[in-house]
């Protein structure tokens, strides 16, 4: 399997090196050439997370250095529940994909996880530190600080803007000193990831840095997410005889490419639809045909908090026409207020606790029409621990949200901050 740049301007390069360098020469992101199949028939009976991983993933592998050890970083980064669980007092077949059971409580375990091992593997004795540039909006950096941690050939440097993520959220970006710096810009998230791209590009960084990206536009990172969507798939069809469709809180579009690469490589998946904040450039994009990025708008949501996600690149590259996008896509969108009154009307009816981002897609499932709710069984894609945002949940529910263990310990840590303008000079000075 080669990999190639989504823009079509640099060479074709193998699995290792994709990972390796996260970005293509020419600014674009890596997608595969062609897209593997898979053999469903394969795959056994409540199969777990790790083997589903290596079924579902070795045709992206086949050929690679990495092929022969990739039962073994399944085994190391996926080695915690991502449990499908039905929503009781529903009455239609709703389900919830739960991805917040992980080390920082969110569905970037996965991928920051996965994306670690297959490094730690490709480093070379006595080579030059990977400096790791990741931009953040909330839970991507706490989850990459987490996963590459004390590894003696990797710095992590975590850029996110200040005042623009939750308080827990920012104690589990700064909780880590070591080989992790964490960078406050007096900006937008927008501007942290033009900074992480600006800096890969600038010929003077990239020649004294070893740059590598955890964002999700590094291929390493979307891959594993494909792999509970597969698993959450196969597990609903089991259980209904039907294939799921999924309601995704989508900000940069990493975890809902991995769903339509999941769909593409054949597994149970019906629709697909994108639950967005107000920072609507995909919605109105589907809506209207004009690709309009712009400024993005803080929100109570604030992981989706992205005005030019990066991932439509790789939506493009499978979908080449609007007309195909809109076949395969759907996206909607959903105001702080009515974040709240969902966080509140649902735990009152079900007893269950989401976060904003969760909430999202509660309210778009709840303007689904009353037949497509009955008739298809739907799938809420919860990508965060609501404990991680108690400022906002508990408030409305009323009862204070139960704090995961391993959130617990990391909230008790020390913080280590660098105050920055959103400026590479500053960013570069910052590296030294």
């Given at each position: 399997?080669?990999?190639?740049?989504?823009?079509?301007?640099?060479?074709?390069?193998?699995?290792?090196?994709?990972?390796?360098?996260?970005?293509?020469?020419?600014?674009?992101?890596?997608?595969?050439?062609?897209?593997?199949?898979?053999?469903?028939?394969?795959?056994?009976?409540?199969?777990?997370?790790?083997?589903?991983?290596?079924?579902?993933?070795?045709?992206?592998?086949?050929?690679?250095?990495?092929?022969?050890?990739?039962?073994a970083?399944?085994?190391?980064?996926?080695?915690?529940?991502?449990?499908?669980?039905?929503v009781?007092?529903?009455?239609?077949?709703?389900?919830?994909?739960?991805?917040?059971?992980?080390?920082?409580?969110?569905?970037?375990?996965?991928?920051?996880?996965?994306?670690?091992?297959?490094?730690?593997?490709?480093?070379?004795?006595?080579?030059?530190?990977?400096?790791i540039?990741?931009?953040?909006?909330?839970?991507?950096?706490?989850?990459?600080?987490a996963?590459?941690?004390?590894?003696?050939?990797?710095?992590?440097?975590?850029?996110?803007?200040?005042?623009?993520?939750?308080?827990?959220?920012?104690?589990?970006?700064?909780?880590?000193?070591?080989?992790?710096?964490?960078?406050?810009?007096?900006?937008?998230?927008?501007?942290?990831q033009?900074?992480?791209?600006?800096?890969?590009?600038?010929?003077?960084?990239?020649?004294?840095?070893?740059?590598?990206?955890?964002?999700?536009?590094?291929?390493?990172?979307?891959?594993?997410?494909?792999?509970?969507?597969?698993?959450?798939?196969?597990?609903?069809?089991?259980?209904?005889?039907?294939?799921?469709?999924?309601?995704i809180?989508?900000?940069?579009?990493?975890?809902?490419?991995?769903?339509?690469?999941?769909?593409?490589?054949?597994?149970?998946?019906?629709?697909?639809?994108?639950?967005?904040?107000?920072?609507?450039?995909?919605?109105?994009?589907?809506?209207?045909?004009?690709?309009?990025?712009?400024?993005?708008?803080?929100?109570?949501?604030?992981?989706?908090?992205?005005?030019?996600?990066?991932?439509?690149?790789?939506?493009?590259?499978?979908?080449?026409?609007?007309?195909e996008?809109?076949?395969?896509?759907?996206?909607?969108?959903?105001?702080?207020a009515?974040?709240?009154?969902?966080?509140?009307?649902?735990?009152?009816?079900?007893?269950?606790?989401w976060?904003?981002?969760?909430?999202?897609?509660?309210?778009?499932?709840?303007?689904?029409?009353?037949?497509?709710?009955?008739?298809?069984?739907?799938?809420?894609?919860?990508?965060?621990?609501?404990?991680?945002?108690?400022?906002?949940?508990?408030?409305?529910?009323?009862?204070?949200?139960?704090?995961?263990?391993?959130?617990?310990?990391?909230?008790?840590?020390?913080?280590?901050?660098?105050?920055?303008?959103?400026?590479?000079?500053?960013?570069?000075?910052?590296?030294?």
């Amino acid at each position: 399997m080669k990999f190639t740049s989504s823009r079509g301007g640099a060479p074709q390069v193998s699995l290792s090196q994709a990972l390796a360098q996260g970005l293509a020469p020419d600014g674009g992101l890596y997608v595969p050439t062609a897209m593997p199949s898979v053999a469903l028939e394969a795959f056994p009976i409540r199969s777990s997370i790790p083997q589903i991983a290596r079924l579902s993933l070795d045709g992206f592998f086949a050929g690679d250095g990495l092929h022969e050890e990739l039962s073994a970083i399944a085994d190391a980064a996926l080695n915690f529940p991502a449990p499908t669980t039905p929503v009781a007092g529903a009455g239609d077949p709703l389900f919830v994909l739960e991805l917040y059971h992980g080390p920082t409580a969110a569905f970037k375990d996965f991928g920051a996880r996965f994306l670690a091992e297959c490094q730690q593997r490709l480093q070379s004795p006595g080579s030059t530190p990977l400096t790791i540039l990741v931009a953040t909006s909330g839970d991507t950096g706490g989850a990459v600080a987490a996963a590459f941690h004390r590894r003696a050939w990797a710095r992590v440097v975590i850029l996110y803007p200040g005042g623009l993520v939750s308080p827990r959220q920012e104690r589990q970006l700064t909780c880590w000193g070591d080989n992790v710096l964490s960078l406050r810009v007096d900006g937008t998230f927008d501007d942290c990831q033009g900074l992480v791209k600006k800096a890969f590009r600038d010929p003077i960084l990239s020649r004294k840095h070893r740059f590598s990206s955890a964002n999700s536009i590094n291929i390493g990172r979307l891959l594993p997410q494909a792999v509970y969507y597969a698993a959450s798939s196969l597990e609903v069809e089991r259980r209904t005889r039907a294939k799921a469709s999924y309601i995704i809180p989508a900000g940069n579009l990493g975890n809902a490419f991995a769903a339509v690469w999941a769909r593409a490589l054949g597994f149970p998946i019906a629709r697909i639809v994108l639950a967005h904040n107000i920072n609507r450039t995909v919605p109105d994009y589907l809506e209207t045909g004009i690709w309009r990025p712009r400024p993005s708008i803080a929100t109570l949501a604030s992981a989706m908090d992205v005005g030019n996600p990066s991932n439509m690149e790789r939506m493009r590259a499978l979908y080449p026409t609007l007309h195909e996008m809109r076949e395969h896509l759907s996206a909607d969108s959903v105001d702080d207020a009515t974040i709240r009154r969902r966080i509140g009307e649902d735990f009152m009816q079900f007893g269950r606790e989401w976060c904003p981002h969760t909430a999202t897609a509660a309210e778009v499932y709840r303007r689904l029409g009353e037949r497509d709710r009955r008739d298809r069984p739907w799938v809420l894609v919860a990508t965060a621990h609501p404990a991680k945002f108690n400022d906002v949940v508990e408030p409305i529910i009323g009862k204070p949200v139960e704090v995961p263990h391993a959130l617990e310990r990391l909230l008790k840590l020390p913080q280590h901050i660098l105050d920055l303008p959103p400026t590479l000079k500053a960013v570069a000075a910052a590296l030294e």
